[in-house]
């Protein structure tokens, strides 16, 4: 059995892809420092696999601890989420943001390296592409950075690039464009903290009563309903596509893939499916622009079929009911002892 380290592996992303990668067959090992995540997420992964889970608190720039780790547990890889991905912190913060996103990286795979473990999966974006005018995104496209935050993931994905120059690395890197969902279970999901600076936990938070009307934020682009397109995904297919990446880098196939589902969305769309999934109308407003958007952002999927044998296999309706289970799974507090 293959053993992996995934860092910031009780975060959003990061758990669904604990659940998908357990099921697969990996033994997997969580390195959180809890930052952006809660504790008690471990006891859920724990119910949904029937394991406990074997989880390390630390931070990636901690690399006498990841000597440690490595030293004492014989892995085959690792998925790396560890990192910050707020795009509006990161203008506030740059500098916080090169240490943990660019630092965590190079300390992870210098102990990587000395550890003889070579095989990477790496959690990119597509926000790489900054402000594009050809659609649908393939990855030969130019990548541009138009936040601190953007610049990280370019950033390391360059440094994997050199690094593989001298080290016989297999990396998957997976761009991934706009998560959304939940699991089916109601257990685990998106908890951020705070008001929702993205679109679904918004409506969520509408949904729930907790915030009193959604803000479409530009009514006035080039779409056919005059809102912004944006490529969602459901966190299963994208937790999914981290399993297929692994099992590529296992037969020595480095990749740069999109993780997205090629259909366009728009803001408006999100809403009514909501609505839908919710079964009542949900109160909306038309707002300026948020400062920094791009009109449109989705993907060409097909290199991650071709490569991966990926491909989403959900739908709109399914992100929206699993993530209205999960919240009110949430507000009601029966998630974990139901
Ligand atoms: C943002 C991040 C991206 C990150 C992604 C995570 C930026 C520039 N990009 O992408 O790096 O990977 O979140 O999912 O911040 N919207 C509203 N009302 C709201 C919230 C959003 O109309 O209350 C609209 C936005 O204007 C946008 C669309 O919904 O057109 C999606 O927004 P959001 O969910 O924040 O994602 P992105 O901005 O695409």
Redesign the pocket.
């Known amino acids: 059995m293959a053993r992996i380290l995934l860092t910031g592996g009780a975060g959003y992303i990061g758990s669904h892809t604990y659940v998908a990668l357990s099921e697969a067959g990996y033994a997997v090992t969580i390195l959180d420092n809890f930052a952006n995540s809660d504790r008690d997420v471990l006891d859920r992964l724990a119910r949904l696999t029937g394991t406990e889970v074997d989880v390390v608190e630390g931070s990636v720039l901690d690399r006498a601890l990841l000597d440690r780790l490595l030293s004492e547990r014989a892995f085959d890889g690792a998925v790396h989420f560890a990192a910050r991905?707020a795009?509006g912190e990161s203008v506030a913060r740059p500098l916080d943001y090169f240490e943990t996103n660019i630092g965590g990286l190079v300390t992870l795979t210098q102990a990587m390296r000395d550890a003889g473990v070579f095989r990477l999966v790496f959690s990119s974006?597509a926000?790489v592409y900054g402000e594009p005018e050809v659609f649908p995104l393939t990855e030969e496209m130019p990548l541009s950075h138009t936040?601190p935050?953007a610049f990280t993931k370019i950033t390391c994905e360059r440094i994997l690039e050199q690094a593989a120059l001298a080290d016989p690395w297999a990396v998957g890197v997976l761009r991934?464009f706009?998560?959304v969902g939940a699991h089916p279970s109601g257990l685990i999901g998106e908890d951020p903290r705070g008001v929702p600076?993205?679109?679904?936990p918004?409506i969520a938070k509408v949904a729930l009563g907790e915030l009193p009307v959604?803000?479409?934020?530009?009514d006035d682009y080039d779409t056919p309903d005059g809102t912004?397109w944006?490529d969602y995904i459901h966190v299963m297919d994208l937790a999914r596509a981290h399993v297929q990446s692994l099992d590529a880098l296992m037969e020595g196939r480095s990749h740069v893939v999109n993780i997205g589902t090629g259909n366009p969305v728009s803001?408006l769309q999100m809403h009514a499916a909501y609505q839908d999934a919710v079964g009542r109308e949900l109160p909306y407003e038309i707002a300026p622009r948020?400062a920094?958007?791009v009109p449109k952002?989705y993907a060409d999927p097909s290199r991650a079929r071709d490569v991966l044998g990926f491909s989403a296999e959900y739908g709109l309706a399914e992100m929206c009911t699993s993530s209205w289970t999960w919240v009110q799974a949430q507000k009601r507090g029966w998630g974990f002892n139901s």
């Open positions: 991905k795009v974006t926000t936040s935050y991934y706009n998560p600076d993205n679109l679904m918004y959604l803000r479409v934020f530009g912004a944006r803001v948020r920094g958007d952002l």
